[in-house]
């Protein structure tokens, strides 16, 4: 049917395949896993450890809790260009005899030959099946049983028991469905990857995200070295995990030492930049804020925030104009995460409140100093979660001085560990200000 009956609207009706055959027909649903055929007691289950096999990539590894599991689906996920392909080839050319099939949808086998030379490495046991047929890598699957095998992409594939063109949102439910029977009642892992667009919703792997195991989603701008992988879904593991990876002229390059972002690509002495000493998932590293105060050229002053809640910073300004006096009200405030990275750890606050304050007064907080607080409503500095970790990257990185909440506890341990390290405790922002701009 060309034009919906119900809003008028051309084009927008999708094919759902209805299966009819009464009750004992299996559906082919979203989680049918394997072929279980009783209901068991919780005793009956074999519960011993998943078996796991290890990408030779610590950051991989790490990010999937401990290597792959057998049998599972685990999607990659993120925008064009930002390195999927590029990842998942470098996974076998980088595994000493793990044999791995990977189909490719997208691309010729000419084209993966190319990139493969320019990835280097070892390309014994890894075939190349380009075909787009879903039945047909089923079947080639079954016959070849490899170690891995890995589908780029799953917008491209299609199976003909629908009719609808691949990427439609059925063709794409209905062959990771077939993928996922395929993983479970093999124990082949299987690796997926899915475009996703700016909004990440159109008929992309967000419909995939509760069929699949793992979720990994790639972060950053595509035009930016670095690109971000965070598992946002796991089965098998925890999701509080990233990695980092740095886009090279032979492929991409495990970051295992994040704060690398930081290195300073400015001379000493400029205003507008702090550095914060931050979490994600399990990593600690240091980032630099960064941010620009100037009068209002038009009415309504601007704020801009790139890898930062607005909405926090309008609320960290508003805490400056009331709690600390300062004039902000009338300024355009533009602020930046170095290295394209998404923040979401409260423990910036402080970092974000000497960056601006730094830019307004124009005056350049020494590069050896960091931050790690959040900002309360009244102004008060809050403990911030595992402050002996940031204390020690912070350490270890060559910082003279972190400042930090007055409030909570520093184990007397860290202080006696850190003996270069000045670790200043600070009320409120207002006694902040005191010290750090005391020449003013
Ligand atoms: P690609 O992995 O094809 O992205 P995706 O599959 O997510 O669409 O590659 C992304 C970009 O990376 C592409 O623009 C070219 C670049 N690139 C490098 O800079 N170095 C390399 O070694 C490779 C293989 C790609
Ligand atoms: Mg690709």
């Known amino acids: 049917m060309g034009r919906c009956p119900a809003c008028g609207e051309w084009n927008t009706m999708v094919e759902e395949k209805v299966e009819t055959g009464g009750p004992v027909s299996r559906r082919s649903g979203e989680?049918?896993?394997?072929?279980?055929?009783?209901?068991?007691?919780?005793?009956?289950?074999d519960s011993s450890a998943e078996s796991?096999?290890?990408?030779?990539?610590?950051?991989?590894?790490?990010?999937?809790?401990?290597?792959?599991?057998?049998?599972?689906?685990?999607?990659?996920?993120?925008?064009?260009?930002?390195?999927?392909?590029?990842?998942?080839?470098q996974i076998p050319l980088h595994c000493r005899g793990l044999r791995t099939l990977y189909v490719t949808g997208e691309e010729s086998a000419r084209q993966v030959k190319l990139r493969a030379a320019r990835l280097g490495g070892d390309s014994e046991g890894c075939l190349i099946y380009s075909e787009t047929l879903m039945e047909n890598i089923m079947s080639e699957a079954?016959?070849?049983?490899?170690?891995?095998?890995?589908?780029?992409?799953?917008?491209?594939?299609?199976?003909?028991?629908?009719?609808?063109s691949p990427g439609s949102v059925s063709q794409i439910k209905e062959c990771a469905s077939m993928l996922l029977r395929l993983a479970k009642e093999t124990g082949i892992p299987v690796i997926l990857i899915g475009h996703i667009t700016k909004e990440g919703s159109i008929a992309g792997p967000k419909?995939?995200?509760?069929?699949?195991?793992?979720?990994?989603?790639?972060?950053?701008?595509?035009?930016?070295?670095?690109?971000?992988?965070?598992?946002?879904?796991?089965?098998?593991?925890s999701t509080a995990e990233m990695a980092v990876f740095e886009m090279t002229g032979c492929g991409l390059r495990e970051v295992s030492?994040?704060?690398?972002?930081?290195i300073p690509m400015h001379g000493q002495g400029l205003s507008g930049i702090a550095v914060s000493?931050?979490?994600?998932?399990?990593?600690?590293?240091?980032?630099?804020?960064?941010?620009?105060?100037?009068?209002?050229?038009y009415g309504t002053p601007?704020?801009?925030?790139?890898?930062?809640?607005?909405?926090?910073?309008n609320m960290l300004l508003a805490v400056l104009e009331k709690r600390a006096g300062f004039r902000l009200g009338v300024k355009d405030v533009f602020l930046n995460m170095a290295?394209?990275?998404?923040?979401?750890?409260?423990?910036?606050?402080?970092?974000?409140?000497?960056?601006?304050l730094s830019s307004n007064f124009d005056f350049a907080i020494p590069s050896d100093v960091c931050f790690a607080g959040e900002v309360g409503l009244s102004g008060e500095i809050r403990p911030v979660s595992q402050t002996e970790r940031r204390v020690a990257e912070a350490a270890r990185l060559g910082f003279r001085t972190i400042f930090i909440s007055s409030f909570g506890a520093v184990p007397p341990a860290v202080l006696e560990q850190h003996k270069d390290l000045e670790i200043v405790r600070v009320p409120d922002v207002p006694a902040l200000c005191r010290i750090l701009f005391r020449q003013k």
């Not at 979401?344 to 960056?355: F, G, T």
């Open 207 to 237: 419909v995939l995200e509760h069929i699949v195991d793992v979720v990994l989603q790639f972060e950053g701008d595509n035009t930016g070295a670095y690109r971000l992988l965070r598992s946002i879904k796991n089965r098998f593991g």
């Open 142 to 164: 079954r016959r070849i049983m490899p170690d891995l095998m890995i589908v780029d992409s799953i917008q491209t594939v299609y199976t003909q028991t629908m009719e609808s």
């Open 257 to 262: 030492n994040p704060s690398e972002m930081l």
């Open 52 to 89: 796991r096999t290890t990408l030779e990539s610590a950051e991989m590894d790490r990010l999937l809790g401990g290597g792959i599991v057998e049998g599972s689906l685990v999607l990659i996920a993120g925008e064009p260009g930002i390195g999927k392909s590029t990842l998942s080839l």
């Open 339 to 356: 290295g394209g990275l998404r923040v979401s750890d409260p423990a910036c606050d402080l970092a974000v409140i000497c960056a601006v």
């Open 302 to 313: 601007q704020r801009s925030a790139t890898g930062f809640d607005v909405r926090r910073l």
């Open 277 to 297: 000493a931050m979490l994600d998932g399990s990593r600690s590293f240091l980032i630099e804020v960064q941010s620009l105060v100037s009068s209002a050229a």
């Open 31 to 45: 989680n049918s896993v394997g072929s279980s055929s009783r209901p068991l007691s919780l005793a009956e289950i």
